[in-house]
């Protein structure tokens, strides 16, 4: 997956596209899962609980490894991400 692949035709990119989608629905869901745990181990979980310093921290932190991309960039897809897990845990925490 971090293998630095040149694929040369349109089907092969999309292969190649693929492969890291498989590893980040994996990756996704078990970060899901960990900030889940948290929500139940902080004071105050769920949104209300919601710590903007941490996550400037981890988009940070992740900029170094994608400068590409840049925290603007990385900002927007990991609020998605940092959401999609704290309504999960509100949805687990209702039921
Ligand atoms: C997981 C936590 O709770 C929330 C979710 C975060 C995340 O998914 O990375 C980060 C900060 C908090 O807004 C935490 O406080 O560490």
Redo the contacts with the bound molecule.
């Keep these: 997956m971090l293998r630095d692949e040149r694929p040369g035709t349109l089907a092969e990119c999309r292969q190649a596209i693929d492969r890291v989608d498989a590893a980040l629905a994996t990756l996704l869901e078990r ?2 899962e ?2 889940g745990v ?2 139940r181990l ?1 004071p105050v ?1 769920g ?1 209300a ?4 310093g ?2 400037r921290d ?1 988009v940070a932190r992740m900029a170094v490894r994608a400068p590409a991309l840049g925290e603007s960039r990385l900002s927007a897809i ?1 609020n998605a ?2 959401e999609a ?2 309504h999960l845990a509100e949805e687990r925490s209702d039921r």
């Design positions: 970060r899901a960990l900030a948290v929500q902080k979980g949104f609980g919601r710590d903007l941490r996550e981890v990991m991400v940092i897990g704290l």
